[in-house]
């Protein structure tokens, strides 16, 4: 594939950095991958694994003459280096992002981009629950979707280009307004985050049923939800301190519906819970059939008979 | 290996069964299996795959001269079953389930088997998504938990041979008690399960947010939740009736939680956030250790390089 940026600089060298830069290298897509990361460690790391071209040891350093930056920090973080960099981006430089909440990001990053250069906040939807520069893979985005979140006034042409490499990355590329990515989300990977983390917490702090326990028996259902509540603290700590107002509303849905059935659980109403089950297996199938997933049993894990 | 029973009856010819089947004969631990299944069309399809020896067309028939009997339908359908065949069971024969429950099934049952027949409830830890005769396959079993629930009295002879046999089909074998082992898939299943069902509940009821936006994006969490969401309707009606307590009790500990993230979210307080992502982490890293799950990036899902 055709170079779309000859200079492309990575702030924070974690999980998706990582792996953009592999899957930037695998398509040959930059000219030159630059790279910083906060602490030294991490830098080190880096350096040690060849993971860019280019380590630097600040982030003006980094963006000082690149035509593609992108921020793949906590959402928290987002803010500071926007502050430290927006005086070193060069003109009709693009200005991204990879976080998980949009329009927090908007609002922290968006004040310190100067003229003439292109702020376009995107989101791949993608991730382990593995983090630092050694997480990542070239194919972590392969047939996902990244969501590219354009402000007003964008340049269709920049975001054109910046499209061009997630789909050369991988992705699938969708466009969508900030408000309505962070509900999106709210329901498919926040909400679901943090009920995972609670009922992982639940386990951890009942003391009649012993950790070992917990731990053995986990194949019946809980193993599902420890991968997820197993992702990094801060990040999740950013995002639901970033997306606070969407994921406060899903959690309300979610409370309603979980008291409905507690309550039909308590009065013995069969044909409520049936008719809910039902419901919910047909979702199951759409996802199958959108590619999203595999119907292999137990994901996959065994090398079992496919059925 | 060797022949553990001579003749086994499974009744009802399910996922659970139709692996058993599978997998017995893998090792050849029976001379003959004999199935029955309540619909004509699923004893058609039964024979049609040559899913047992012999399928018969009632219970009574085929647990007649059978050494081991293992009910396998849901568990509100074990008292009608047991009383059907209770009068037809083999003088020193042993009758087993697979129900996910025990202390329900033990009541439902116990009152139909007649003197000299061996009762030893178990709970094989294993199951996907699918259901039926088609579903089943041989390693379904392999590495998982098999919970033996020995009720007074049981024949350590009896309860050792059918260790056997699930050692045999390639299970790790635990006794336990029968409230124990309740509570215990209550943290382990039943509540994750109803935890599930309802987060696919909710996203199913947006109307903010469109069918196919919540399944484009599901990968970024909520397709986790989906898998076990799907599982059998009937199956999972009759495990919240019949593990009513200890679901409600464990239930009432997660909205507790649950009430206190959210809190922490609402007041912006980072900290008891991250401090409890930070506990959950480790329990993930034990099931991982323990055997339990693979560490591969997205479940295994994707060819992705191991990390
Ligand atoms: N993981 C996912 O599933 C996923 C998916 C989609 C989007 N995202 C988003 O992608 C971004 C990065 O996530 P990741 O998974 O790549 O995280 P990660 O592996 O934990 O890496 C985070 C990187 O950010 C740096 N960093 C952390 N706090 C910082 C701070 N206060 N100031 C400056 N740098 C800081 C870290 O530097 P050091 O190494 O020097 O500490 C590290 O290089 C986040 O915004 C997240 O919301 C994540
Ligand atoms: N699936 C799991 O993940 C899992 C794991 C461990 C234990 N279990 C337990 O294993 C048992 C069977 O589950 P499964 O997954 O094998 O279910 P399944 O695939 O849905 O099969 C259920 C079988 O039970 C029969 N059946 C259903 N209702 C009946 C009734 N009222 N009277 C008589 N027979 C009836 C069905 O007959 P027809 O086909 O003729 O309708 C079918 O043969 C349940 O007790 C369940 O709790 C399941």
């Known amino acids: 594939m055709a170079v779309i940026y000859d200079r492309v600089a990575l702030i924070g060298l974690g999980l998706i950095a990582s792996s953009m830069c592999h899957a930037i290298r695998r398509a040959g897509l930059a000219r030159e991958i630059v790279g910083y990361a906060r602490s030294a460690e991490t830098r080190a790391t880096a350096r040690e694994i060849a993971l860019c071209d280019r380590v630097t040891e600040t982030a ?24 430290e960099i927006g005086p070193h981006l060069k003109p009709g430089a693009t200005l991204s992002d990879v976080g998980s909440v949009k329009r927090a990001v908007i609002d922290a990053v968006a004040p310190f981009v100067p003229a ?31 969501i590219l979140v354009p402000v007003a006034g964008s340049d269709p042409a920049a975001v054109a280009r910046l499209a061009d490499l997630w789909r050369g990355i991988g992705s699938n590329v969708d466009e969508m307004d900030a408000d309505h990515h962070d509900l999106v989300l709210a329901v498919t990977s926040h909400t679901p985050h943090l009920i995972a983390y609670t009922m992982v917490g639940v386990a951890d702090e009942l003391r009649r049923v012993t950790d070992s326990e917990v731990i053995k028996y986990s194949a019946a259902g809980f193993r599902d939800f420890t991968r997820i509540a197993a992702s990094d603290p801060t990040m999740w700590r950013d995002v639901f301190l970033h997306n606070k107002d969407a994921t406060l509303d899903i959690l309300g849905r979610f409370t309603e519906e979980l008291f409905a059935l507690q309550r039909a659980i308590r009065l013995g109403d069969g044909d409520h819970l049936h008719a809910y089950f039902t419901r919910t297996r047909s979702i199951r199938r ?18 079992a008979k496919k059925t």
Chains 1, 2 share one sequence.
Request: net charge negative.
């Open 116 to 146: 003439g250069v292109h702020f376009i906040p995107a989101h791949p939807l993608a991730g382990t629950e593995h983090s630092g520069p050694r997480a990542g893979f070239a194919e972590l985005f392969d047939n996902r979707f990244c």
């Open 60 to 83: 003006a350093e980094a963006v000082a003459e690149a035509d593609l930056v992108v921020l793949c920090v906590p959402v928290g973080a987002m803010e500071a280096i926007a502050a």
């Open 286 to 303: 759409s996802i199958i059939e959108a590619g999203q997933d595999t119907d292999e049993p137990n994901f996959g894990r065994s090398k």
